[in-house]
């Protein structure tokens, strides 16, 4: 059957910027072969441009979501890319099985999250998605289907893996989960009065967990900067049965004027969230999903920035110099008084093999900022500075305004990445607006 | 019921959603397509799933003489079946065209080349004195429209022998339903403009389920659809004549 064509004006989750796009929806697995630079779209849930291609074809990857095997003595589960991460958890945790990463929305397909290498709580243990996946098929531009892997055109895997989608339409993905004793998990708070106290609990070993995340208050200022709770996460048995919503509970059903995320009431809200969270000091049982997910909760909370949008910005700085550059990057974002609410900061353990992966061993910080027209692109530029003397990164699949020669300076595997577009597609059919923008499919 | 349920064009969104929930109940499933290698996948995530009995099979409406065989292996694999559901159709690009094959593609995809097959379903039933045939018609056909009139007169003609069928068998303890969509989001309608009030694969799947479990003769869905299509059906052919609808 033709495939119809949908016209869009089509968005990231940050809803800035906005695009004119064609959209096209195959129903059958092997219409895939037919779309030779159409780019893959999932979920939306990345922020920037990722899955956008300006006057482009994007290829819905949302009806192709068909779990194809799974293997009880290996975990290994095989489905095809437009599947969710929330339906995979749903079919599995009562099984005893859990994603081995997520990221903090369980509303991503396999392809998007493999697209962008994912990382979740766990990176500091378990490393990005990308090591928990044993092959993968992609059809590309130009060599056609090829399945790769670490052992199999692992070229190919590691330019996939983290490639944003640019090396061609992922099709099954191979994921192999994790056992867990049950659907619960142990979960423990550490408050931090600033950034130096923060930093060194993440170092503590008697508080080492599986899963670690920090919030952090991006709006407190002088002695309280880098105000944030430490939770701790680990998977505990228990009865069968803890609530795992496979849709929001609440839909936000349109735009919140700008107001409503303006810098007094993130501020109250921050206070408020603080003095909550930092009294958990005790353990507590939790379920999955509020620890993981606080945010699916409310569907659509991306229109509660109003019709501009926001940015997420997402950096990582190594360890020797994040003392410093999350203390100017903070100190930046707190006097433009630029409203975050739940930004997050995270230790991460060691770079994986992806070619345009984002971790780094170091901290991340992520923060979401209403867009303000130019006053926010300044503090953008501002920041990439900071990040760039920290020699330190920013992730592609949350960004939407890096500049060329700062993508270059931060990703220093970018000519091996070349080196399989070049080959997989030689005519440089395959783009988006991500990749326009950062010149990645220029000189291909 | 205890026995299985065959889907005939299996590969349809609607179909596919029917059949999720069918298999997360249990049912033991036969799917049916022109497509087996995409059938595959489907039954594939249905036994990962669910972990319930699906089988896979060939069905082409163009291919009359192969139906008995098919149906053989339906009755082969499974012992006993009680309730079919009918799915396969074809829009194409030319649902109104003139000339050519197409006008006869059509009238075979969506009811002349469905008949043998389901002919065959039939006599089983009515023999046994059970089970349950379910056609998906279509609004297009209660009503000839200059836009896809071959296509409707398909669908309107199918929706007819339904009903021919359901007089027949009426008293032999075998139902015969109609089920009649109005805008699906399936690849049929994706990107076409002028559309409203698309519903959902999911929720035409659940009213494919409730309809094979019992309730009216014929079934428009959403329900709305009903008092439009009366409406339409209303408008006098002197007037309906020069709509451009």
């Known amino acids: 059957m033709d495939l119809g064509t949908a016209t869009a004006r089509i968005s990231g989750w940050g809803r800035h910027p906005v ?24 979920l939306g849930r990345s ?62 397909t396999l392809g998007g999250a493999l697209a962008a290498d994912v990382h979740g709580k766990n990176h500091h243990l378990d490393g990005c998605i990308s090591a928990h996946v044993p092959w993968l098929e992609v059809f590309t531009p130009a060599a056609g289907l090829r399945r790769c892997g670490p052992e199999q055109d692992p070229d190919l895997f590691w330019a996939t893996a983290g490639g944003m989608g640019l090396t061609g339409i992922i099709g099954t993905v191979a994921l192999r989960l994790k056992p867990v004793p049950g659907p619960w998990l142990e979960v423990v708070h550490r408050p931090a009065r600033d950034l130096d106290q923060i930093l060194e609990l993440f170092a503590d070993p008697a508080l080492d967990a599986p899963y670690s995340v920090a919030w952090i208050d ?22 069968p049965g803890a609530p795992f919503p496979a849709s929001p509970r609440f ?10 995320l303006g810098a007094f009431n993130v501020r109250l809200f921050n206070s408020v969230f603080y003095r909550i969270n930092a009294r958990k000091t005790q353990p507590f ?8 997910y606080p945010l699916d909760a ?25 003392r410093e550059g999350l203390r100017r990057i903070l100190e930046a974002v707190s006097s433009a008084g630029s409203a975050s609410f739940l930004a997050v900061l995270k230790k991460l353990g060691d770079a994986g093999r992806g070619f345009l992966s984002f971790p780094i061993a170091g901290f991340t910080l992520a923060l979401d900022m209403p867009f303000r027209g130019e006053a926010t692109l300044a503090l953008l530029r501002q920041l990439d500075e900071l990040v760039l003397q920290g020699g330190g990164r920013v992730n592609l699949c949350k960004d939407a305004h890096l500049g060329r020669e700062a993508f270059r300076a931060m990703y220093p595997r970018l000519d091996a990445w070349l080196a399989v577009k070049r080959r997989v597609d030689p005519e440089g059919l395959l783009t988006s607006s991500l990749s326009r923008r950062l010149g990645l499919t220029e000189g291909a | 019921m205890s026995g299985a349920v065959l889907i005939l064009g299996a ?53 009359p003489a192969s139906h008995p065989a098919l149906f053989a292996r339906v009755l082969d694999e499974f012992g006993e079946l009680d309730r079919v559901l009918m799915a396969s159709g074809y829009l194409g690009p030319a649902p109104a065209a003139l000339e050519g094959e197409e006008p006869g593609r059509i009238l075979a995809l969506n009811f002349s080349g469905l008949l043998p097959m389901l002919g065959l379903c039939a006599a089983h039933f009515e023999r046994r004195g059970s089970g349950v045939i379910l056609g998906i018609g279509s609004v297009a056909g209660d009503r000839g429209r200059q836009s ?9 003609g199918f929706a007819l022998w339904l009903q021919g069928l359901r007089n027949r068998l009426h008293g032999t303890g075998v139902r015969v339903v109609t089920f009649k969509p109005g805008f699906v989001d399936t690849a049929m309608t994706f990107g076409k403009p002028g559309l409203f009030l698309v519903a959902s694969p999911e929720a035409a799947g659940a009213a494919l389920v409730r309809a094979l479990d019992g309730g009216p003769d014929i079934v428009y869905f959403p329900a709305f659809w009903c008092v439009i299509m009366a409406l339409i059906r209303a408008i006098p052919e002197r007037i309906f004549k020069g709509m451009k609808l």
């Not at chain 1, 839909?251 to 409503?260: I, K, M, Q, T, W």
């Not at chain 2, 896809?148 to 309107?156: D, P």
């Open chain 1, 285 to 292: 049982r939790s379920a999955l999903d509020p620890f993981f």
């Open chain 1, 251 to 260: 839909e936000l059903p349109c735009d919140l004027p700008a107001f409503c």
């Open chain 1, 19 to 42: 695009v004119n796009g064609r959209m096209v929806r195959p129903e059958r697995y092997h219409d895939l072969a037919a779309l030779p630079g159409t780019l893959a779209r999932g």
């Open chain 2, 148 to 156: 896809n009139f071959v296509y409707g007169s398909a669908k309107g």
């Open chain 1, 47 to 108: 922020y920037g441009d990722a899955a956008l291609s300006q006057d482009g074809t994007l290829c819905s990857m949302l009806r192709l979501n068909r779990m194809l095997a799974f293997d009880a003595a290996t975990g290994v589960l095989v489905a095809e890319a437009g599947l969710s991460l929330a339906e995979i958890a749903a079919q599995f945790l009562p099984r005893g099985w859990f994603l081995p990463v997520t990221p903090g929305t369980k509303f991503v």
């Open chain 1, 298 to 322: 409310v569907g659509h909370w991306n229109r509660a920035y109003g019709r501009r949008g926001f940015v997420q910005y997402q950096c990582v700085l190594p360890e020797a110099s994040a």
């Open chain 2, 11 to 63: 590969g349809s969104p609607m179909a596919r959603e029917a059949a999720r929930l069918l298999a997360q109940r249990g049912e033991a499933l036969f799917l049916a397509g022109h497509d087996p290698l995409e059938l595959e996948r489907l039954a594939a995530d249905l036994r990962v799933r669910w972990g319930g009995r699906v089988a896979v099979g060939r069905f082409d409406a163009l291919d």
């Open chain 1, 218 to 239: 991006c709006l407190a200022k002088g002695a309280r900067l880098g105000r944030s709770v430490l939770m701790l996460g680990r998977h505990i048995a228990g009865e």
